[in-house]
Structures are given as structure tokens and as C-alpha cells.
């Protein structure tokens, strides 16, 4: 049997309080609409059918760059229009299955939604619920023995229908032909005067229709986000259990509610994360490395033994073993530190190669540059590699020492064994071979300066 999902992304977001789709907030590193469109991805769904209202360009882009086909519904009237409008789009197969979800639920997994899939072998319609215990804001699920009947929304619920907690998660699995059969007969006879997906459910139950229910366990799968408080209580749980889930593997966490495990981070062990570390994309961390706080990493390597120190920002960038980088380092794209290498405070290094053991450990910028090993960069160092049009390439051989305060003016080659004096702007290749390049004006001294300088002058 084929299965068509389609992902309801037209509502207006008016509970965001917002001029952007709420899909297009980002949760956990990602928008929320690409949480969902990754989990659809995994499942065996032929056709994916997004719809979409009159959704900003970014969302319209976004369904188009990853192949999902969508429909307009120009008046978000309700779940069921929009449902009924995905639809008409489609060619008729009654022996298709329908997976209906809400592009507003983030965190559902695969694994939920196959379980639901294959229980409708065994009846018309499967609905994905959980048992909440603050359940406002959602529908409410009313059986009569045991068999579900109807939904009620919140805003038509009575003071004891809202003190029923088994709600609905929005996740629905219906066989297309009952779809089709049910779905113009739905009616907005209801406080917001929408067309609610729900009422299927009732119709359905009338009509003795058979209707499973899974229960999902997990609560972050289920959370919707309507509000900017639903965006951040739901992040905010989900970072506290991925942190707590390393805790638990052996990583020392200083602080589970003070660290952002927004990506998937890998870790090794003996690893040690300070308070405050954001952590993003894939990240991957050696065996007994160290995580000073006020950390931010996203798409990176980092080796073992490697102590990276407070408030550094690695983006992008490969750390080998035994590295020393920080505080207030930071690292960007295209960046590789191999073993032993130091990258100090201050110093920011982009798209370079820094060798063995080299020491870069104050206030300097080395952009587009390859380091050998065993050089000692001094402080207030700066590769000179723009010039307003084009980029160029500094290359430091081995064992050179470049004294504090140089620029280097690429592209340009400092030759192996070179010695730089210090605050020399270096324009061409140097030697190397133990030479020594000085590259200022010689320094002289005007005797009487000041007593020149004011005379005539009281
Ligand atoms: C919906 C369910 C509710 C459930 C909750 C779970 C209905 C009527 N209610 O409520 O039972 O507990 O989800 O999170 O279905 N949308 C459209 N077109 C529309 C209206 C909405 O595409 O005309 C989309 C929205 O973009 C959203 C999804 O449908 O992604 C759900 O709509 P929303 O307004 O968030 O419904 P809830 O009030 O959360
Ligand atoms: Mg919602």
C-alpha cells in the first residue's frame, strides 16, 4: 500500500505575535519546518504534499529547494480546508494511505510515525495522542468505552472537557478512500468559525468507522509551537535532555540546564564542558579534552587531549590533539590546527593551515596563510590578505620566527629558518636559513626635539 504525507503549513501564526512564519523559527539549530520535513524524509512516503497559505517567499523557497510538491490554500480557514485542498491536487487511489501532520510539531520522530502507519492496516483512522498534564491549548480526546468518539478543541471545550489530558497531537493517519468519502462534510459551526480536521473524528465514530489511537510516550515529540513561549519551552526541554542524555554517558556536563547541544554532538571519553557552551551542527570532541565556558562550536573536529579555553568561537574548523586554543580565540571556516599547535587569545584565524606545535598566542590575524611547524608567531601579528578586490595566500615554512607586531603582505613567502624582526611589514619572500629580515624604517633620534619643536612659542 503507498503512503502520500501531507505537512499543513498554511495557518496565519497569529499566536507568534510575528510578521515571519512561525515554520521559519529556528529550534534546536534548524527551522521548525525542517524538523518536520527531515522525519517525513526517513519514512517510506512516495509523495510529500505541503500546503501552503500565503506564506512568506522563505518558506515557499524552502519547500521548493527540497523537492516537496505544495498546494495554495489561499484562506487559511481551518485544517480540514487545508486538508481537502492537498486533496483535489492528487490523483484519486483509494487504496492509498494519508499521513496528516502539522508543520508546527517539530520533534516527531520516524519511529512514531511508521508504528502509526502500520496500525492502519487494522482500522480506518489512526490518531497519535499523548497523555499531557498541562494539556492547554490542545484538542481533547473524548472516548466512551474506551472507543474515541469525537475532539474537542480548547476553544470550544467546557471547564470538564479541559480537564480531560489525553490530547491530540495533530498526527493523523487516515486510508485516502474515508478521507475523500469524509472530508466536504466537514462544517465550521464552532467558535473560530474554522474547519476543523478533527470534526473527522466524530463523523468517522458515527458512522462506525473503525478509529486506533497510538499513544506516543515521549513528550517533545507531541509539544506544537503556537507561541514564542511554546518555541522556547519546548527548546529549552529538549536541550536540558540531549545534555542530560551525555551527562548520563559519561561526559561531565558542569551544568545540564547551561549547555546548548543544539546539533549532534559526539563525544568521547573523559570529556569535561564547562557552563555556557553552545554546541551546533555536527560537532565531534576527542577523548580527554576540556570545554572552558562561554564556549560556541558549530561544524567542527576536535581532537584528543586539546583544552580548549574560555569563550572561544570555532566554526568550521578542524582541532588536532594536544591543542591549547583560547581564550577569546577565534577559529573560522576552512581553519586546521594539527597536533600540539596554540592558538591564544585574541587571535582570529581564518581558511589556514597552522603546522605542529606552531604558537599563535596573542592578538593576531592569520587569514588564507599555511604555517609549517615549529614557528613561533608573536604577538600583534596580521596576514595582510585582501586587497580590496582578491584574496592572496601567506605561507610560513618551518621553524621561522615572526617577531610581535609584523604584517605580512600577501602573497608572499616566508622561507624556512626565517627570523622577522619585530613590527617589519614584510612585502617580498624572505630567505630563510636562519637569515634575519628586518623590514622597518631604521630608527633615529632628533636631539633638542621638544626645545625645536616650541621655540617662539611661550
Ligand atoms: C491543532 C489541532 C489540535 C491539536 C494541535 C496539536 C485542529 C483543528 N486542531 O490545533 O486538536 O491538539 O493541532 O498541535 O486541527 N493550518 C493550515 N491551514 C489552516 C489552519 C492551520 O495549514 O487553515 C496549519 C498550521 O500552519 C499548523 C497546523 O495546520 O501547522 C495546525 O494549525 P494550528 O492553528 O497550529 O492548530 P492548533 O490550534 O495548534
Ligand atoms: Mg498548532
Partial sequence: ?????????????????????????????????????????????????????????????????????????????????????????????????????????????????KRMVSK??????????????????????????????????????SSKIKKVNEINTGIICINEGV??????????????????????????????????????????????????KDLVDLERKLLIKKANDLLNKGVLI???????????????????????????????IGSNTTIGHNCYLNRCKIGKNVHIKPNTIIFGATIGDNCIVGPYA???????????????????VKNSIIGNRTKINHLSYIGDAELGADINVGAGCITCNYDGEKKYKTIIESNSFIGSGTRLVAPVKVGKGSYIAAGSTVTK??????????????????PKWKSKATKGKK
Avoid at 492502519?120 to 468518539?149: F, H, M, W
Avoid at 563525544?267 to 553552545?278: G, M
Avoid at 577565534?330 to 582570529?348: C, H, M, S, Y
Avoid at 624572505?430 to 632628533?446: N, V
Fill in 429 to 446: 619572500d624572505t630567505p630563510g636559513g636562519g637569515s634575519l629580515t628586518i623590514a622597518r624604517s631604521k630608527q633615529i633620534s632628533i
Fill in 179 to 228: 478521507l475523500r468519502k469524509f472530508i466536504g462534510k466537514i462544517k465550521n459551526n464552532n467558535k473560530q468559525k474554522e474547519y476543523y480536521l478533527t470534526d473527522i473524528i466524530k463523523l468517522l465514530s458515527d458512522n462506525n468507522y473503525k478509529i486506533s489511537s497510538y499513544t506516543i510516550k515521549n513528550g517533545l515529540e507531541t509539544m506544537g509551537i503556537n507561541s514564542k
Fill in 254 to 284: 558542569r551544568d545540564v540546564m547551561r549547555t546548548d547541544i543544539k546539533g549532534d554532538l559526539k563525544v568521547q571519553k573523559d570529556v569535561e564542558i564547562d557552563i555556557n557552551c553552545i554546541f551546533e551542527d555536527k560537532v565531534s
Fill in 1 to 113: 500500500m503507498s503512503l502520500t504525507t501531507i505537512i499543513l503549513a498554511a495557518g496565519k501564526s497569529t499566536r507568534m505575535l510575528s510578521l515571519k512564519s512561525k515554520l521559519l523559527f529556528k529550534i534546536s539549530g534548524e527551522h521548525i519546518i525542517e524538523h518536520v520535513c527531515r522525519a517525513v524524509a526517513s519514512i517510506n512516503s512516495k509523495n510529500i504534499v505541503c500546503v501552503l497559505g500565503n506564506s512568506p517567499q522563505q518558506l515557499k523557497d524552502f519547500i521548493k529547494q527540497n523537492e516537496i510538491q505544495s498546494v495554495d490554500q489561499k484562506n487559511p480557514c481551518g485544517t480540514a480546508n487545508a486538508v481537502k485542498i492537498a486533496i483535489s491536487s492528487m490523483p484519486v487511489n483509494k487504496n492509498n494511505k494519508i499521513l496528516i501532520l502539522c508543520g508546527d510539531v517539530p520533534f516527531i520522530s520516524p519511529v512514531t510515525l
Fill in 330 to 348: 577565534r577559529i573560522r571556516p576552512g581553519t586546521i590546527l594539527k597536533n600540539d599547535a596554540q592558538v591564544g587569545n585574541f587571535v582570529e
Fill in 120 to 157: 492502519l492496516d487494522n482500522s480506518d483512522l489512526c490518531l497519535g495522542t499523548y497523555i499531557q498534564e498541562n494539556p492547554a491549548g490542545y484538542g481533547r480526546i473524548i472516548r466512551d468505552n474506551k472507543k474515541i468518539v469525537e475532539i474537542i478543541e480548547e476553544k470550544d471545550a
